[in-house]
């Protein structure tokens, strides 16, 4: 499970759902443990139930954006969106969906309502970072410097993070403040092959 969403499952299921973790589910649980397959089908059985938990459909969501099943992961987001299309998570999972199928627009669409409405310390650090990269599949950089900015002040020690936002403000001209990016990178990681290269290039041209 990407480190991202684990966080994210643990705030809101231990957390922000306090009264539908004491009916902790199967499907939930397996999520949690890494076994997407297992919990696939449990969410199933419990939708094919009869059942209209939304945490159903989350779960069953995400377990398929994780095994790679994008276009399964669509239907069924849209299926819980018909549930409770203000649900944050859902909101999130079909920009990421968009995202992974390369519908630019529509994935930031959903990103954008996603911020509006979650609270702080869900899966903003992500959402802004899959902002940033599309945001550089559109080459636009200022954008894309303004999302990597803002991902990295949520999460600061993915050194990956730091080299895309150092190469995005390379692509707008701003190549001290590159070098800074690409230091930061170094920091946590002193062998990253993109941020030395990243640093030795923009700061030749600083």
């Known amino acids: 499970m990407p480190v991202f969403r684990k966080i994210f499952v643990a705030l809101v299921f231990f957390f922000s759902f306090t009264v539908w ?5 199967d499907a939930t649980d397996f999520y949690l443990k890494g076994d997407y397959e297992k919990a696939i089908a449990v969410a199933r059985e419990e939708i094919d139930g009869g059942s209209e938990e939304i945490d159903s459909f989350v779960v069953l969501v995400w377990s398929l954006i994780d095994t790679g099943r994008i276009h399964e992961a669509f239907y069924w987001a849209q299926r819980g969106s018909r549930l409770d299309k203000y649900d944050v998570r859902l909101i999130e999972s079909i920009g ?3 995202y992974f199928l390369g519908n630019n627009d529509d994935a930031l669409d959903f990103f ?3 911020i509006s409405l ?3 310390g869900e899966k903003k650090p992500e959402v802004y970072y899959f902002m940033g990269e599309i945001y550089l599949r559109q080459q636009k950089f200022n954008h894309a410097d303004i999302a990597f900015s803002q991902a990295v002040l949520f999460e600061p020690f993915d050194d990956t993070w730091w080299v895309k936002l150092g190469y995005a403000r390379e ?3 701003r190549y001290m403040n590159a070098v800074d990016a690409y230091e930061e990178a170094l920091k946590i990681n002193s062998n990253n092959s993109d941020a030395i290269s990243g640093k030795k290039r923009a700061g030749d041209r600083v």
């Open 118 to 120: 979650a609270t702080i």
């Open 96 to 98: 990421e969906i968009h």
């Open 21 to 25: 973790a004491q009916n902790f589910t």
């Open 112 to 114: 954008r309502q996603y």
């Open 171 to 173: 692509m707008c001209g």
